[in-house]
Nanobody, 115 residues
Framework: QVQLVESGGGLVQPGGSLRLSCTAS????????MGWYRQAPGKQRELVAT???????NYADSVKGRFTISGDNAKNTVYLQMNSLKPEDTAVYYC?????????WGPGTQVTVSS
C-alpha cells in the first residue's frame, strides 16, 4: 500500500519562504510523476507544480518564478521550495503521486501566509 506523507507547512509572513516535502512509502511499481496541488477555503483544488520521472516540470502561472519543485527518485521524495510567499498562497497543500494507472494523495499540510 502506497502512502504519502507531507511536511514543512506552517505560518510565515508575506515575503517569506517555506519548503514542503512529500515522501512516498510502499511498493511503487511505476513512478510517472509527483506534484503539489493546493486548496484554499471555498475554492477548488488547483495545480501548483508537477515533476515527471524524467525531471520535466510544470508550474501554475501564479507561482512561476517563486516556487521550485524538485525530486529525489532514490528517496521517492518531492520538494516544493516556496519563496516570496503571498497571502493568496494560503491553502492546504496536497502531494500527488501518479504511478501507472494509480493516483495517490497525501493528507495535506497547511500553509498560512499572514502578518
Amino acid at each position: 500500500q502506497v502512502q504519502l506523507v507531507e511536511s514543512g507547512g506552517g505560518l510565515v509572513q508575506p515575503g517569506g519562504s517555506l519548503r514542503l516535502s512529500c515522501t512516498a512509502s510502499g511498493i511503487i511499481f511505476r513512478f510517472n510523476a509527483m506534484g503539489w496541488y493546493r486548496q484554499a477555503p471555498g475554492k477548488q483544488r488547483e495545480l501548483v507544480a508537477t515533476i515527471t520521472s524524467s525531471g520535466s516540470t510544470n508550474y501554475a502561472d501564479s507561482v512561476k518564478g517563486r516556487f521550485t519543485i524538485s525530486g529525489d527518485n532514490a528517496k521517492n521524495t518531492v520538494y516544493l521550495q516556496m519563496n516570496s510567499l503571498k497571502p493568496e498562497d494560503t491553502a492546504v497543500y496536497y502531494c500527488k503521486l501518479v504511478a501507472g494507472l494509480m493516483i495517490y494523495w497525501g493528507p495535506g499540510t497547511q500553509v498560512t501566509v499572514s502578518s
